[in-house]
């Protein structure tokens, strides 16, 4: 089989909920997501989304990623789609770094390869593991009584893992997770993730401030040595995300036990191909992760469906149902969030899921 054309569409996804904020007053309201289409010479094409969290979040942005795959279509023209590994080689020969632009590439050629063999993503990963996976949801920084408030909407909607916006003030932070750590019971999760927002003496305050709440502490600081600082000043369960960009960030800090779990984000890495190989490796270790993506609609979120229920039970912290956030469907076909969880839909062929031309509109580029 051969690539015989590469065609990008780019497609806004306003938010539901208006405006999603995060650390240091940092928020997005509407959605740069970039759609890539990969045709064969043998009539099956293949799919892959990515859409960055703003251009402030990781070192990627919405219209680099269209640039990006520009750059890289030449190479892949008449290269087989199937060997994916060749088509990562290819990618990371010709473009350094960019992981994000090569995410919707490879994750193109891993629906491809599910339709070439008639087996779901999932099943190719290494099979499924139980019938759906737990969600977390993800609540945007407000002030403390607003945020408890949505938590307990989100709750009755079937969540029982919450991830409250923090990296502001630190005592309105520490406010934050007590009113909402409050309402909750045992059992259900709370995460506060500051999306590298504070500086150390910040963080210090507020895992002092939250005392013995079970509460997860997420990204506090911008390094990795002063998250680690951080992590070795709190008895708090500790996870890594943004500084857990590839193979050898994960394993110093595996070495330097600077972590419980991880955020895997399917974009951040490079692609389905490179968040398996972490996804295997902690499962090795025995290191529990989160698996979603820096943001995404139906075809990201078909995406990491397959990626997490084709993850041991126990190894799989949470998973995000990005699809549920956004106002505009860019595929059909892709998992629903039922009580809190999703699933890989029974029958998938690929990533289970049919492009919205409706919503996708024209190509943006075309390359063949
Ligand atoms: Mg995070």
């Known amino acids: 089989m051969k690539i015989a054309a590469i065609n990008v569409y780019q497609v806004d996804l306003p938010l539901k909920e208006g405006r999603y904020s995060w650390a240091n007053g ?3 309201e509407v959605f740069d997501c970039t759609v890539v289409e990969i045709e064969t010479d043998s009539k099956i094409t293949g799919y892959g989304e990515v859409c960055p969290l703003g251009p402030f979040y990781l070192p990627a942005y919405g219209p680099g990623v269209r640039t990006g795959v520009g750059e890289l279509a030449p190479h892949l023209l008449g290269a087989d789609p199937v060997e994916i590994n060749k088509i990562n080689h290819i990618m990371d020969t010709a473009l350094l770094g960019h992981p994000y632009v090569k995410s919707a590439i490879d994750m193109a050629c ?3 390869l599910g339709k070439h063999t008639g087996l779901s993503v999932c099943d190719l990963m290494g099979g499924k593991f139980g019938e759906s996976v737990a969600l977390y949801r993800a609540i945007s920084q407000q002030a403390p009584d607003a ?3 949505n938590i307990a909407g989100y709750r009755d909607e079937g969540y029982t893992k919450f991830q409250l916006k923090v990296g502001g003030d630190p005592d309105d ?3 934050r997770i007590h009113a909402t750590r409050e309402i909750l019971d045992r059992g259900e999760v709370l995460i506060a993730d500051a999306n590298t927002g504070w500086l150390m003496h910040e963080a210090a305050r507020v895992v002092d401030g939250v005392g013995k709440l079970d509460v997860y ?3 506090p600081c911008k390094s990795y ?3 680690l600082t951080i992590r070795r000043r709190t008895a708090r369960p500790f996870i890594l ?3 857990i960009d590839g193979l050898q960030p994960l394993l110093r800090a595996y070495g330097d036990g600077a972590m419980d779990a991880i955020n895997l984000k399917i974009s951040k890495v490079g692609g389905l191909s490179k968040a398996r190989q972490i996804r295997d490796l902690c499962v090795s270790l025995g290191i529990a992760m989160t698996i979603e993506d820096s943001w995404g609609g139906d075809i990201i979120t078909a995406a990491i469906a397959n990626l997490a229920q084709s993850t041991p039970e126990r190894l799989r912290f949470s998973a995000t149902d990005f699809n549920s956030y956004v106002t505009v469907q860019t595929a059909a076909g892709s998992p629903k969030r039922d009580n809190g969880c999703m699933s890989v839909v029974k029958g998938s062929i ?3 899921i049919e492009p919205d031309f409706d919503s996708l509109g024209s190509p943006v580029a075309q390359y063949s």
């Open 241 to 243: 995300d943004e500084n």
């Open 225 to 227: 040595e002063e998250c």
């Open 350 to 352: 690929g990533l289970g």
């Open 26 to 28: 940092k928020y997005v």
């Open 173 to 175: 932070d520490i406010a």
């Open 217 to 219: 502490i997420e990204q």
């Open 147 to 149: 945020m408890a408030k």
């Open 110 to 112: 891993w629906d491809i």
